[in-house]
């Protein structure tokens, strides 16, 4: 877990990557003032400095907290992790914009063969029994050897098959 980025140390980047991947409206508001007056000079002119100090406070604390897996559950020594995706995917004539991966024990790396996701919990759950049996492992190095991802799917088709 990283620690939080302070105000002061919030660059031009790291605005524009907020307004590029927040799915906030409000933190893409507050990039887009911060970036149309003009970053750290200009900004007085167009807004007083205390509206300054709140829309920097607050873009910094969105930006530590996109960098903090957001854990639901535990199965099994994994973590499942709630993620959200930038446009949506349709599933079943469903407009989909978020899942869950099956990640390390820590919540930080996505184990999963071929980064798939799941739409449930359940679903997730399912799909780390298959990735243990297929070898799959929660901390480093990951899987015991380099069929983990053919047997994995292959565990999943079955299970796919056996629930339809």
């Known amino acids: 877990m990283s620690t939080p980025k302070p105000s002061v140390a919030l660059t031009i980047n790291d605005i524009r990557h907020l307004f590029e991947t927040s799915p906030d409206a409000n933190v893409v508001r507050d990039c887009a003032r911060v970036i149309g007056a003009g970053f750290a000079g200009v900004l007085e002119r167009q807004i007083e400095k205390s509206q300054r100090e709140i829309l920097?406070?607050?873009?910094?604390?969105?930006?530590?907290?996109?960098?903090v897996p957001r854990v639901v559950?535990?199965?099994?020594?994994?973590?499942?992790?709630?993620?959200?995706?930038?446009?949506?995917?349709?599933l079943d004539g469903m407009s989909v914009r978020s899942g869950y991966n099956l990640c390390s024990e820590d919540g930080y790396i996505n184990v999963a063969p071929g980064a798939c996701?799941?739409?449930?919990?359940?679903?997730?759950?399912?799909?780390?029994?298959?990735?243990?049996?297929?070898?799959?492992l929660a901390r480093h190095p990951y899987q015991e050897?380099?069929?983990?991802?053919?047997?994995?799917?292959?565990?999943?088709?079955?299970?796919?098959?056996?629930?339809?």
């Open 56 to 67: 920097i406070d607050r873009l910094a604390g969105a930006l530590s907290a996109s960098r």
């Open 73 to 90: 559950a535990k199965h099994r020594g994994f973590a499942i992790v709630c993620v959200t995706f930038h446009q949506p995917y349709c």
């Open 117 to 136: 996701w799941f739409m449930t919990i359940v679903e997730a759950m399912r799909g780390i029994d298959c990735l243990i049996e297929a070898g799959g």
């Open 145 to 164: 050897d380099e069929g983990v991802g053919d047997r994995f799917w292959k565990l999943m088709e079955k299970r796919c098959a056996r629930t339809s």
